[in-house]
């Protein structure tokens, strides 16, 4: 079993900065990848931001240039620094962290942690 645990999460000002953090444990072999999802209220969840252990970040448009995406896969640690947060950035993000082993693959979520910025 491989368990995420997010934290950071806060209420915030709009134009203001927050940093979310991610922890994976368990039974990890060894990760290919590490991501962010955002689901904003009655909305799908959606990627925002994934990096690979090549250091490739890719991100949506809606956070490219205000978001930025790092980690560490000796640790298995993900953070999501976000900055000029928008209303529309509310919502609960989620971290996911994909794992392939040659014989499977799998993809593990974090339970969410929740972003409010006021306007």
């Known amino acids: 079993q491989v368990q995420l645990v997010e934290s950071g999460g806060a209420l915030v000002q709009a134009g203001g900065s927050l940093r979310l953090f991610c922890e994976a444990s368990g039974e990890i072999f060894r990760l290919s990848s590490m991501s962010w999802y955002h689901q904003a209220p009655g909305k799908e969840r959606e990627m925002i931001a994934t990096?690979?252990?090549?250091?490739?970040?890719q991100y949506s448009d809606s956070v490219k240039g205000r978001f930025t995406i790092s980690g560490d896969f000796d640790k298995n640690t993900v953070a999501l620094q976000m900055t000029r947060l928008k209303p529309e950035d509310t919502g609960v993000y989620f971290c996911?962290?994909?794992?392939?082993w040659g014989a499977g693959q799998a993809d593990y979520w974090g339970q969410g942690t929740q972003v409010t910025v006021s306007s």
């Open positions: 996911k962290v994909f794992e392939n």
């Open positions: 990096l690979d252990r090549r250091a490739v970040t």
